[in-house]
């Protein structure tokens, strides 16, 4: 039979699997259907009938009433959308609803935008015949939430607040409790949002279409004079968001349906964690310190005493006495001017950012393995995946958007391992959870490899076909012995083999990592065998595979790309091959550019203390409160003779700076941020820079331009035009033509972008095996005598990183500090009460910190986070780091515990009265 049908005896063809909602809207090119309980992002539901049609076998025949927005299309349908019996249901519905409804349209918030007030116009419903019965209207508000409010007297029923806490974030606190009258929404066990477990995305509140749901900002009112589509700052998903703005002021932000990288979703970051933009702590003039204190300055003071230091410090100790620290907050074209400006002005390859205390040792390995550091697939390919692999990612809450779209599949009964030292909330929904001692990530990797080897459970076609290194590489893994690995990793190893086992008979298995895997003495290692188990399975190159890192920081990758790191200039050049020293200097149109590799992070930090390094310019980084050993930061800090420092606020390493610059934040400038699947996507300006501050590009210029070298005033369009010239899978990226959803990278010339890499053949040709040994943290190796436990530090949903600009919005009432998580065995044993302070002492020093009892971790180990200064946790997390990539190894930090005593005993008794009163 052929798929056509007839709408109004007109006959049309459908697509397979069609609803009669979206074939008529499809065909009439407009929504001539009215719907309540329907909405973009969720599945059809059926439960309002507000899109009823009439549908009959043949010309005018018999007719059936049927819901359009759930009944799919059937070959022959005669489909009646709008004949008067269906015009008179429609508006019976509605007349029905709002006999329930408060009618003050005049005085609610979303009057103007309320869906239930333009469909109940559009079914001409002018007043309500029924007279006024039994109703909710009642009901008390729910405002315990720092964002999100309910007024359910303005509920209709139409669930889709439950569907979109049940279907888009997974999360089920939504639902319906009571029966027929007496139907009504409860949050958890019918308590408030803030006593539930919401995880405050604010979904429900985007999907409900009245005010029945609704937030703080009032997202849903009609106030804003412009709407203005942007990409998130916080993590590396990349959600758009649609920011609205009235006379230059943000009132709020919602996710637009049509993202491809978020889809109408957020976390709470992205939708509401955006008024530290005009926070009053936000930096507003240049300072200078002077006798130890800074001074307000105006730009062209704070420019001159940068210039002039940064001129004496060259002619006095040459280049590589001065170096940068770019950001992965900021655009691919600041990053750029960055690396630019300290390779083609300064004359060094003194330049890295934040991937070196995330995911270098991802690119690094990536490289090796592959010829390419970046995620092999989309996250669009969530829903191909057939297997799921997480190892060392907590990502409900550190990717947030992606982690609902990963637990939704391990929901649906996707097969999955989770590797992890934490029951973390994916691991609980995992077929296998390998629960492993931190710090034994290869061991455990190399135990899958051997099962999978000695069953041959390998696919021999792939690895004869696409790499090279195989033999070698198995004759080292068949060496091993299971029974030594499965005691070092913790972990049985009949559930290894099982686990293996399942991974390798996936026909399409994707990983997805994060610093977990990286921030470890074997972090590029244990990259490097998580693409051994790709290639020796066969799980790359097709659709729902492949290798993922989940990105931390949004423009991580972009900085990275960009060539902000010491030994690869912008596109990933090696900066110590002639030829392409050459090709940077004759681009850039300057003789300054080094053949020698630069300083890395901690190689910087180290060279500051032993005098080498005079000047350090750090944007929108936080290293005194993010790296390890926060005192030996510090001390390098204090060392230097010059420390200019861009930012937003006066953190903690601002606090050590000689010359403080206010930059902007992403709602005040354009650029691009380069998501996690390579998406580059537009930043577009909001409003415009706060009072006294500039967009970081101009800052470089301004800079650049004052030391003699002539660089154009910093627009998004025109760097970007300069990189397209010099990073060759930037080569067809143009401004213009990013539309919302961006591209992904290579772009080629003629614009056409790369969704899945290494489909035919490698970057490098062919997949390279590498084998590596397990080999004991030395962190561990030296100190598990006198400091028994270890301490991995981890991210909560609530902040990020430094938390400056999180802990400046409504989340810090959510999530107030950081806390120590022990296991209850652990704390009997130190006499340890939940919610007691506690000291946790390491090599480098000591913190207090509050105990949350959980046997979320294993006895023996310990986790927290560093989000907050009050606790300084890096004070005792080591500096010793990944041997390849020099990655920082956060995961792994021997310490011992006891219960506080004196001052931090007082302060937590002195923060409980505070609270309580
Ligand atoms: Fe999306 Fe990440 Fe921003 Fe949350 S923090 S809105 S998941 S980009």
Same mark, same amino acid.
């Given at each position: ?38 909405? *973009? ?66 005085? &609610?918030?979303?009057?103007? #935008? ?24 009642? =009901? ?14 303005? &509920? ?54 009245? /005010? ?32 609205? +703005? ?5 009132? /709020? ?57 940064? #001129? ?46 995330? @995911? ?39 990717? *947030? ?10 929901? =649906? ?80 190893? +009949? ?70 790191? *010491? ?13 392409? #020293? ?52 510090? =001390? ?56 006294? /501050? ?51 990278? *290579? ?24 084998? @590596? ?9 030296? @100190? ?132 309580? /009163?």
């Amino acid at each position: 039979m052929k798929n056509t049908a007839f709408i109004n005896n007109t006959e049309y063809a459908f697509d397979e699997g069609e609803t009669i909602l979206k074939f008529v809207h499809r065909i009439e090119q407009q929504n001539i259907i009215p719907t309540l309980c329907d909405a *973009p992002n969720l599945d059809p539901f059926g439960s309002c009938r507000v899109c009823s049609v009439e549908v009959a076998l043949e010309k005018n025949g018999k007719a059936k009433t049927m819901a359009a927005c759930h009944t799919p299309v059937a070959p022959g349908q005669y489909i009646y959308p709008s004949t008067e019996a269906i015009k008179k249901l429609r508006k019976n519905i509605i007349e029905l609803v709002l006999t329930d409804h408060p009618l003050d349209c005049l005085t &609610c918030e979303v009057n103007g #935008n309320c869906e239930l007030q333009t469909v109940a116009a559009s079914v001409g419903i002018r007043e309500v015949r029924y007279p006024e019965g039994e109703n909710h209207l009642d =009901k008390a508000k729910d405002l315990s939430h720092p964002y999100m409010t309910s007024d359910l007297s303005k &509920c209709i029923n139409c669930y889709r607040c439950v569907r979109a806490c049940d279907e888009v974030q997974g999360e089920f606190i939504l639902s319906m409790a009571g029966r027929g009258f007496d139907t009504k929404i409860i949050k958890g066990t019918d308590s408030s949002f803030m006593e539930s477990d919401c995880v405050s995305c604010g979904a429900c509140s985007q999907a409900c279409p009245t /005010s029945a749901i609704s937030d703080i900002f009032q997202s849903k009112a009609i106030g804003a004079t412009e709407k203005t589509r942007t990409v998130c700052t916080y993590c590396g998903v990349g959600c758009n968001l649609e920011v609205a +703005t009235n006379n230059g002021e943000i009132l /709020s932000i919602q996710a637009p349906y049509d993202a491809e990288a978020n889809g109408g979703h957020t976390c709470l970051k992205g939708r509401y964690a955006f008024k530290f933009y005009n926070h009053p702590d936000r930096l507003r003039t240049p300072l200078i310190k002077r006798n130890g204190k800074f001074e307000e300055a105006s730009w062209d003071e704070a420019y001159d005493h940068i210039v002039s230091e940064l #001129n004496r410090i060259k002619a006095d100790n040459g280049p590589d006495a001065i170096a940068g620290i770019s950001s992965a907050r900021t655009p691919n074209e600041e990053n750029y001017l960055m690396q630019k400006f300290i390779r083609a002005v300064v004359g060094t390859n003194n330049i890295d950012c934040c991937a070196r205390v995330c @995911h270098s040792p991802t690119a690094l390995g990536m490289q090796r393995s592959f010829g390419t550091g970046a995620a092999t697939n989309s996250i669009e390919d969530i829903e191909h995946a057939q297997f799921i692999l997480i190892i060392g990612a907590n990502p409900t809450d550190a990717h *947030p958007v992606t982690g609902a779209k990963i637990k939704q599949r391990m929901m =649906k009964g996707v097969p999955s391992i989770v590797i992890d030292p934490r029951k973390i909330e994916v691991a609980k929904y995992a077929t296998f959870h390998l629960q492993l001692t931190p710090g034994t990530n290869v061991a455990l990797l190399n135990m899958m490899l051997y099962y999978i080897i000695t069953e041959n459970a390998e696919d021999a076609s792939f690895i004869d076909n696409r790499t090279e290194g195989y033999e070698e590489f198995k004759s080292e893994i068949l060496k091993l012995d299971m029974d030594d690995l499965a005691k070092v990793t913790g972990v049985d190893k +009949t559930l290894v083999k099982e686990a293996a086992l399942a991974y390798a008979a996936s026909s399409a298995a994707m990983e997805f990592h994060g610093l977990g895997v990286t921030e470890h003495l074997q972090g590029t290692f244990t990259v490097q065998l998580i693409a051994d188990l790709v290639m020796i399975t066969g799980n790359i190159g097709k659709k729902g595979a492949g290798l993922n890192p989940l990105r931390g920081q949004n423009n991580v990758q972009g900085a990275a790309d960009m060539g902000a790191q *010491p030994h690869q200039g912008a596109g990933y050049m090696d900066v110590t091959d002639p030829e392409i #020293n050459n090709k940077y200097n004759t681009f850039y149109g300057s003789d300054e550019v080094p053949l020698h590799i630069g300083y890395k992070i901690p190689e910087m930090f180290d060279a500051a203390i032993a005098g080498d390094l005079k000047a350090l310019w750090i944007i929108g980084e936080d290293v005194v409160q993010t790296d390890p050993n926060t005192n030996k930061v510090r =001390k390098a800090m204090d060392q230097l003779e010059l420390l200019v420092v861009q930012e937003l606020f006066m953190t903690e390493t601002a606090k050590h700076a000689t010359v403080v610059l206010p930059g902007a934040s992403f709602l005040e400038k354009e650029g691009t941020f380069t998501n996690g699947e390579r998406r580059i996507q537009r930043v577009n300006k909001v409003v415009e820079p706060i009072k006294g /501050s500039k967009s970081d590009g101009q800052i470089i210029v301004d800079v650049m331009n004052r030391m003699g070298y002539e660089q154009e005033d910093y627009t998004a369009a025109g760097v970007l035009e300069e990189i397209s010239q010099i990073v060759p899978f930037f080569k067809g990226v143009k401004w213009e033509e990013l539309g919302d959803n961006g591209k992904q990278w *290579p772009v080629l010339e003629d614009g056409s972008d790369t969704q899945m890499l290494h489909i035919e053949e490698f970057q490098r040709g062919k997949g390279k095996f590498q084998y @590596h040994d397990y080999k004991k943290s030395n962190e561990v190796e030296r @100190h598990e005598k006198d400091f028994p436990y270890i301490i991995t530090t981890n991210r909560e949903l609530e902040h990020y990183n430094c938390g400056a600009m999180t802990r400046r919005t409504g989340n810090v009432d959510i999530l107030t500090e950081d806390v120590l998580l022990i296991h209850p065995e652990d704390a009997r044993k130190e006499r340890i009460s939940d919610g007691d302070f506690v000291c946790v002492e390491s090599p480098r020093g000591k913190v207090d910190i509050k105990a949350v009892l959980t046997d979320e971790m294993k006895p023996g180990i310990l986790s927290s986070t560093f989000h907050f200064p009050e606790v300084m946790l890096n004070i005792i997390t080591s500096d010793e780091h990944c041997t390849e990539a020099m990655c920082p190894e956060y995961k792994v930090v021997s310490c011992r515990i006891r219960k506080s005593k004196g001052k931090a005993k007082i302060l937590a008794q002195e923060m409980d009265e505070e609270r309580v /009163s």
